[in-house]
Structure formats: structure tokens, C-alpha cells
């Protein structure tokens, strides 16, 4: 038997795509992790902004399978950056000719006499590729602020394929012929929020299969045994999509702790009295002396109602967050920038996401592949955003579960 600890997106798609006999464990009162959805007077929010960006048709349609087609909403996206009070387009390396005219002119002073050659780390790259200028004004800043730590700490391709790669030919030619396309230029939203795909996904899943309130509380590698709160479970094959360093703790196998580090995030999901005055989906904002890092509009969205936020604030990952203090910095913050005036602010949730972004470097990587090879010899496979301990998109950890579930069919 497969045991699946985990209820998320990459669990339940393992649990959907495999052919052996299975079993999932969620220590939660309901399925979906971070893709689930708060419906509050008359507001439509998820744990935060969750929006696919299919690159697999076979994929897109195993998640829309069993929605209904005219809920389903699909949307060219329309991001920007807050910049010293004005809207960039994003991403910002393709647009500095919005920039004011002296900021364009140090930019294209230091792209093109970059004294920044070499790079060992993420901070250090943002320097070489794109010039002192564009990396302070809003790339160092912005994700020194996502991701709450030192930028030298991370590695060189922290963020993959996701970081907006842009050269000095695509640079300038963005002067005259905007042109912000990037691995998510589109993106598809249920009308009924993230739970949705999680619903679908359901529907390949036998249910009476899957355990909530039920929480891992230790492995033996060798028996082939866990032990949750309520039972002990044997198993042939362990599907892990709890974080990474947890597992390892949990299976009893040492690891430098200071190897894996993350992030935390709070999201606050705010819902106001009137509509509201931009048209965008999500708005950057690097300014350190602004609480948050990145505004959602589901209003716009959806594309009528009141005025309705997921607004994303980071901290280290042992940092103790005061809600209300922190909602009032919100509240003041988005005054400020002009998302809000006379609006009043109706209804509101709160989610701390705890992992959130992973961190990723050199180091964790090399402890994290001789790890999984060890764990893959006890028949024990983590996969998943936080089970792999990766940055990756919601597609990929479908299609990972799925690639893991052909491989360990047994016909």
C-alpha cells in the first residue's frame, strides 16, 4: 500500500494518478493545504493568490475535468510595480524607459558598464545581469522583502525558470514595443476560488480513502510503520508532501537544521465597502518602508463587487507576529499608496503561511539529494513544493506526482 502523508494539491494528485492501493493522512479537517478557499460575507478568498499557469494541456484538463466550463475564468494578466508613487510595468528590468529620466539614464549607464562580472549568489547575479541601478531600485529591495532574508544567501537560480530573465536587446527593444510576456502571461481562475481545482481533483480520488484530523507523529524506516495520533499504519511506499526537514525529523535521520531555511508569510484577505479604483491583478511593491510585498485584486478578478485584497507581508521564520499591529500598518499602507481612500474596511481574514518560500542554495540542495537518495532506498519519496523543498508552481507538483506514481505502479 501507498501511504500519502499529506492532503494538499500533490497528494491528492498522487492519490488521483496512481494504480496501487493507497491511503492518505491529513492532519487537517479538510483537504487542499494552502489551496483552500474562505468564502465570508459575500467575499470569495483563498489562503492566498493561487492562480495555475498551464504549460501541459493534458494537465490543465485533468484539473478542469470535472468544473464547469463557464466557471472557469481565464485572464491576460495585468501586473505592476508601485515605484516612488507611479505604476512600472512588470517586469521592471523590461521597463526603466518609465522610469524618470535620470533614473533610465543610471540604469542604462550601469547595464552597459556593469562592473559586476562574476556571481556565486542570487544577490551577486541580479548585480551581473542587470547593473547596480536596476537591482536597487526594485530587485534586491523587492525580494529581500519576499523572501525576509539576505539575498547573498540564496543561490544563483533560487527562482528558476520563474525569475524574469530579460538581456540588454530585450531591454531596449522594450523601449518602443512593450512587449512583458513571461512564463505566466495568462493565467485561469475558478469562479468559485482555489477550492475548486481541489474539488476536481477529488473526483479521481476514492475519499473514503482519505483520513483528516490525523497527524504523523514518527517513521521507522525499517519496519515499514508509522505512528499518527491514532493508529499505526504499515506501508510499501511513503508519498512524503510535508516539509522537508520535517519528514527527515520525524523519520529520526540527522540533518543540519541550518541547511533548510524558508520564510513565513501573512495574508491578510481584506474586503472594503466600495469598488475599488485600479484595474490590475497583483501590484509589487519593493519600498521597505511599506509593510507589504505584493496586492491582489480578486475584484478585478472577478470583475465586478466591492473593493476585495489579498495583500502578502513576509518575515524570517521564527519572527511572532502581532496581527492587529500588523493589519493597522496594512491599513495605513494602502492609503498611502493609493489603493484605498474613503473605503471602510467590512470583513477580513487572516492566514499565516509557515513554511512559505523556501531557501534555496547550493548547500541545501547538495544535503537534500543525498537525503532523498537515502530516503528512496527505504522506499520513502518527498515530492511536492515543501516535500522537495523547491520553488516550483502548482502544475509542477502535479506533474511530479503523477511522473512518481508511473514509476512506482505496480502491474
Known amino acids: 500500500m501507498d501511504l ?54 493534458k494537465l490543465k484538463q485533468f484539473v478542469f475535468d470535472n468544473m464547469a466550463k463557464d ?4 485572464i491576460i494578466k495585468l501586473t505592476r510595480i508601485y515605484h516612488k508613487g507611479k505604476l512600472i510595468d512588470y517586469p521592471f528590468q523590461k521597463n526603466i524607459h518609465q522610469l524618470d529620466k535620470e533614473e533610465l539614464i543610471e540604469s542604462l549607464y550601469d547595464l552597459f558598464s556593469n562592473e559586476y562580472t562574476t556571481y556565486t549568489t542570487f544577490k551577486e547575479m541580479l548585480y ?9 531600485l526594485f530587485l534586491i529591495p523587492y525580494n529581500e522583502k519576499l523572501y525576509a532574508c539576505n539575498l547573498d544567501k540564496l543561490d544563483v537560480d533560487a527562482m528558476g525558470r520563474f525569475f524574469p530573465y530579460a538581456d540588454k536587446e530585450d531591454i531596449i527593444k522594450n523601449f518602443n514595443a512593450s512587449e512583458n510576456s513571461s512564463y505566466n502571461g495568462t493565467f485561469v481562475y475558478p469562479a468559485g476560488g482555489a477550492v475548486e481545482y481541489i474539488r476536481s481533483i477529488c473526483s479521481h480520488v476514492d475519499m473514503n480513502k482519505v483520513a483528516l484530523n490525523e497527524k504523523l507523529v514518527a517513521i521507522d524506516v525499517d519496519s515499514k510503520t ?14 512524503s508532501t510535508i516539509p522537508f526537514p520535517e519528514l527527515l525529523s520525524l523519520a529520526r535521520i540527522d540533518f543540519n537544521k541550518s541547511l533548510y531555511t524558508s ?4 495574508v491578510f484577505n481584506l474586503g472594503f465597502d466600495s469598488p475599488g479604483h485600479c484595474n490590475d491583478h497583483w501590484i509589487y511593491f519593493a519600498d521597505p518602508q511599506l509593510s507589504f510585498y505584493r496586492v491582489g485584486f480578486y475584484n478585478n478578478i472577478f470583475g465586478h463587487g466591492p473593493l476585495s485584497l489579498y495583500v502578502e507581508l513576509g518575515f524570517t521564520d521564527n519572527a511572532t507576529i502581532d496581527i492587529n499591529e500588523q493589519l493597522t500598518c496594512v491599513l495605513r499602507d ?78
Open 226 to 239: 508509522v505512528r499518527t495520533d491514532k493508529r499505526v499504519v504499515k506501508y510499501d511506499n511513503l508519498i
Open 128 to 136: 551581473a545581469k542587470f547593473g547596480r541601478t536596476i537591482a536597487e
Open 334 to 411: 494602502l492609503n498611502k499608496v493609493g489603493i484605498t481612500t474613503d473605503h471602510k474596511l467590512v470583513s477580513y481574514s487572516t492566514v499565516i503561511m509557515n513554511p512559505a518560500y523556501v531557501h534555496v542554495t547550493a548547500d541545501m540542495e547538495k544535503d537534500r539529494a543525498a537525503k532523498m537518495t537515502l530516503l528512496a532506498g527505504k522506499n520513502i519519496y518527498s515530492i511536492g513544493r515543501y516535500g522537495a523543498w523547491y520553488y516550483c508552481s502548482i502544475e509542477d507538483n502535479i506533474k511530479e506526482a503523477q511522473n512518481l506514481a508511473e514509476k512506482l505502479c505496480i502491474r
Open 4 to 57: 500519502i502523508i499529506g492532503g494538499g494539491v500533490t497528494g491528492l494528485s498522487y492519490a488521483a494518478f496512481t494504480d496501487n492501493e493507497y491511503l492518505v493522512i491529513e492532519a487537517e479537517k479538510e483537504v487542499g493545504g494552502y489551496c483552500r478557499t474562505i468564502k465570508q460575507d459575500g467575499f470569495i478568498w483563498d489562503y492566498s493568490g493561487h492562480f495555475f499557469h498551464f504549460r501541459d494541456e
Open 71 to 74: 466557471e472557469i475564468l481565464e
Open 263 to 266: 520564510n513565513q508569510v501573512l
